[in-house]
């Protein structure tokens, strides 16, 4: 599973033929390679990527050494592919190709604790005569006696964003490769600056 890891720069346009796409610019790479697994040693193959470079003093004794055996400096992020043949000591976005779908993960904005309505779109209760101080309200969650509980998965109240969230088959619209951009057709996940995980299309989309 080829992928590369980086950070969203945020959205912008550019225009294809006679009409404006709407792209999600990410900053991709150069990341080095930190740590290889193999079938022989690990029981299975892997390759272990480093991204945003973090000073020394932040970093603990065991995770310089990781680092210092490779002859790496140290990073913020480490994320392992599996199945990743590599050739060489780093990744870069060449390793992708315009018109491309890839897959794109990252961690949703977090939006704390929410009502039905913003999580969920519920409609909420009548705004008419009779109804008080329940208008944002979920109203029923389950029946009587039988099966006297609510059901698991109920669309309630709580937590909401703050997810790790894959976006499936976005397009590959433009590869700058001196400023190591990918621009990518549609939304990604997450907050300007959070990281992104952009890997080769695991199923096919219509």
Known sequence: MKGIL???VGMTQVWRDDRLVPVTVVLAGPCPVVQ???IERD???AVQLGWLEKPEAATSRPQRGHFEKVGVAPRRHLVELRD??????EVTVELFEVGQRV???GTSKGRGTAGVMKRWGFQGMPASHGTKKKHRHPGSIGQRKSPGRVYKGKRM???YGAKRVTIVGLEV???RKDDNLLLLRGAVPGPNGGLVVVKQLQRQVN
């Open 6 to 8: 980086g950070t969203k």
């Open 36 to 38: 290889r697994k193999s």
């Open 43 to 45: 029981g299975y193959e």
């Open 84 to 89: 990743f043949q590599l050739e060489g000591d």
């Open 103 to 105: 897959d794109v993960t």
């Open 157 to 159: 109240a709580g937590q």
């Open 173 to 175: 619209v433009e590869i």
